[in-house]
């Protein structure tokens, strides 16, 4: 992650004091047989190269403001100035403190001009490979932020881009049941028989305030999807009531499972619509939801055959499409015959609702 200002100033501050003490050690060792105080040779090394410490901040304003990539003559002639100005006044404050900290005893310079012209003879050139090195891990930095940002953008946008798609097919399926629902209403009304007809409206009721109360949620309990899946088979009993039976069993242990919401009804109504309405005679719809270790099983089971109406309509496709962006293939779904029916096989990774 990139670092915030205090967390730059801390490490430049720990760089170049680490640096200073290297340098110090270093002198202190290579003039030995002096016997030059140990403690003001480090101390005057790690006050010279604190000084890079603000300079570099300045290199890093002179490198954003005159990008030294891609590279242009003007900006490569700026630095270069910049970095000899920097030569020169890093070389004024090293004798400064050499005449203030005395690192070198007897052996200290004692005038101004012949040392600072000495310093500039022999340093310039590692002066200008430390704003060379320093004005590089700017660039580098600064494209190591960009980089990030970008990963950041691309992954609020990717996010943005699932939710959207979400949105979209959850609002495929809240008419399309809703819409069924209606049209059966209306059929039973043409036909006379109100008592049904005022049972489907209270369980179409039922059906509208849960699909508005979740409107804007990815996800529901086991539990809720599985009454109205209940109240949505009732209703359809209610059309055809010499036509269909069904059960649901739940286990009490996945009755707090997360699942998307409208998971369970529009598999019911392909049940009914594919495998009851479309046989003769008598049909069941059998709904069993269970917890298996770290997941959770959904099994919806019905009378008939798959036939050629192998994964035809839009809520088995809908319900696909969400669990795949949702789970990102963490999940399964399955059609088959068994059973002397058809079974809609889900598997999800199990978490509890909040």
Request: charged share 20%.
């Amino acid at each position: 992650m990139p670092l915030g200002r205090a967390g730059l100033w801390a490490l430049a501050a720990g760089f170049w004091t680490l640096f200073g003490i290297a340098c110090g050690l270093q002198v202190w060792l290579s003039m030995l047989s002096h016997n030059h105080s140990v403690v003001r040779l480090i101390l005057h090394e790690i006050a010279v190269w604190s000084a890079w410490i603000p300079v570099g901040y300045g290199v890093a304003g002179m490198v954003r403001r005159f990008p030294v990539v891609p590279p242009s003559a003007r900006n490569a002639l700026l630095h270069l100035l910049t970095g000899a100005v920097i030569a020169v006044l890093h070389g004024a404050w090293w004798v400064a403190l050499e005449l203030l900290i005395v690192p070198y005893d007897v052996m200290n310079p004692k005038a101004f001009t012949p040392r600072f012209l000495k310093i500039i003879f022999y340093q310039a050139p590692l002066e200008l490979m430390l704003y060379a090195m320093v004005a590089l891990t700017v660039v580098a930095y600064d494209s190591y932020v960009r980089s990030r940002e970008r990963e950041i953008r691309a992954a609020q946008l990717e996010t943005l881009l699932a939710e959207a798609r979400l949105q979209t097919l959850e609002l495929q399926i809240r008419p399309h049941f809703l819409f069924n629902t209606l049209n059966a209403v209306s059929a039973l009304v043409h036909t006379g028989a109100r008592d049904q007809a005022l049972g489907m409206i209270g369980g179409l009721s039922d059906l509208l305030r849960y699909a508005l109360d979740r409107a804007g949620t990815q996800c529901a309990s086991v539990d809720d999807e599985a009454g109205m899946a209940r109240r949505f088979l009732e209703i359809q009993r209610l059309r055809s009531p010499d036509r269909l039976t069904f059960t649901i069993d739940v286990a009490p242990e996945a009755k707090k499972g997360a699942v998307p919401v409208l998971l369970l009804q529009p598999l019911v109504e392909n049940a009914v619509r594919h495998g009851i309405e479309a046989r003769e005679g008598t049909g069941h719809v059998e709904v069993r939801v269970f917890r298996d270790g770290d997941d959770l099983r959904i099994r919806i089971w019905n009378s008939g055959r798959l036939g050629l109406r192998r994964g035809e309509g839009i809520g088995l496709a809908n319900t696909a499409a969400r669990l795949e962006q949702l789970y990102a293939g963490r999940h399964s779904l399955a059609l088959r015959e068994e059973d002397d029916g058809v079974v809609a096989a889900i598997s999800l990774p199990w978490s509890e609702v909040a």
